[in-house]
């Protein structure tokens, strides 16, 4: 059996920058809420009238992956796409990617599963590595929240969190076993999914009926119970992350790198304590992107490994928790 690996690491982010300042000429909201619920100072928005998308922001990403990876474009042999606002409702951004890329006419999916989406899409990547069946594998996660958010001050207890871009990576067959991807682990709990939703435009709910409620229906706004959210994730962080300790005999003072979903800073210094690691062992870059959603575990690896972070030999543990709920980790020896 073939390990995978991460061979190359690539990210994007839009230009224009978005503070808390900002935010607060448009609703009711402040730099002080903001920072000290979430940790978040500013984020990324794609500007009004610029070709971004979530695709087209995961096709920059992917370009700097590649080339980072040493491969040639026509090494790749699939493509995995994690994004909850992708371009169209359907076909998905997987095949904008082929498109896009100039690839080969490889497969292409799309995973849907919001905040977890990039451990799940590198899971399913790492599975196709493993099995023999691939030997590169294109992993994107990418977001464009900021066209679909409510900016009034209705929206504010969701508004202010997310923010745009997208991070991708190269997954490998590599033959020596005791380094790359050691094991993922992936988890669900369906009965909580109107705790953290975007209802519509969904086939229970289609545009004429959305039109005809007019201003008093905001199903197309993302709706979240952050309270309940927030203490489900820090329950099933640890969880998790014990969960891949333990599947690889490892103990939380082998961790050398822990990568937590960017939701929330608040949780990540939960988790950081919990766990006993020192500020130098968590990476955090929430103060400057926001909540990326799919795009944000690939977004800071990809920094942490461009600020020589991650080093050859580290073990690194990623993880994450969101809407659905859907939670997962990775475990990494880099
Ligand atoms: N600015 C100012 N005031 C605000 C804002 C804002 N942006 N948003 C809400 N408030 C007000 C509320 O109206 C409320 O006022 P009230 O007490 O008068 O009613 C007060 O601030 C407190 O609101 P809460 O929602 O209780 O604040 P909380 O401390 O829970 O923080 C937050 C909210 C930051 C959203 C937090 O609950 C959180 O981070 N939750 C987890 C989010 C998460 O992990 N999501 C998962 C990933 S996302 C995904 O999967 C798509």
Redesign the pocket.
């Known amino acids: 059996m073939y390990n995978s690996r991460i061979t190359g690491l690539g990210k994007y982010l839009p230009e224009t920058v978005v503070t808390n300042d900002d935010l607060s000429k448009m609703?009711?909201?402040?730099d002080a809420?903001?920072q000290e619920?979430?940790g978040i100072k500013e984020r990324r928005w794609i500007k009004q009238g610029s070709d971004d998308t979530s695709a087209i922001m995961g096709a920059k990403a992917s370009e700097i992956a590649i080339e980072r990876a040493g491969i040639d474009k026509d090494d790749i042999d699939f493509i995995v796409f994690a994004t909850?606002t992708p371009d169209y409702y359907f076909p998905g951004c997987g095949v904008q990617i082929q498109d896009l890329l100039g690839l080969k006419n490889v497969g292409a999916i799309d995973i849907r599963n919001?905040?977890s989406g990039f451990i799940y899409a590198l899971s399913v990547a790492d599975q196709f590595i493993k099995t023999g069946m691939y030997k590169n594998v294109l992993v994107v996660g990418a977001e464009y929240h900021s066209n679909g958010l409510d900016k009034s001050t209705r929206g504010?207890?969701?508004t202010?969190?997310f923010g745009d871009g997208a991070g991708a990576c190269i997954v490998s067959r590599e033959e020596d076993n005791s380094k790359g991807i050691l094991s993922t682990h992936l988890h669900s709990e369906g009965k909580y999914a109107d705790k953290?939703i975007v209802e519509a435009p969904s086939i229970r709910h289609w545009v004429p009926e959305i039109m005809e409620a007019g201003e008093d229906d905001l199903s197309y706004f993302?709706h979240?119970d952050?309270?309940f959210?927030?203490k489900h994730?820090v329950v099933r962080f640890s969880e998790v992350i014990m969960e891949g300790l333990m599947k690889n005999g490892l103990q939380k003072d082998d961790i050398d790198m822990l990568i937590p979903?960017q939701?929330?800073l608040?949780?990540a210094q939960f988790i950081q304590k919990k766990f006993g690691l020192s500020d130098d062992q968590v990476f955090n870059n929430i103060m400057k992107y926001g909540?990326t959603?799919a795009a944000s575990v690939i977004i800071a690896l990809t920094e942490a490994w461009e600020e020589g972070k991650v080093k050859e030999g580290d073990n690194v543990v990623l993880a994450a928790?969101?809407?659905g709920f859907t939670w997962g980790s990775a475990i990494i020896k880099w």
Do not use: E
């Open positions: 609703m009711d909201t402040n809420w903001i619920r979430t909850m919001q905040c504010r207890g969701v202010v969190i953290l993302p979240m952050g309270t959210v927030f994730a979903h939701a929330n608040r949780i909540n959603t928790f969101g809407s």
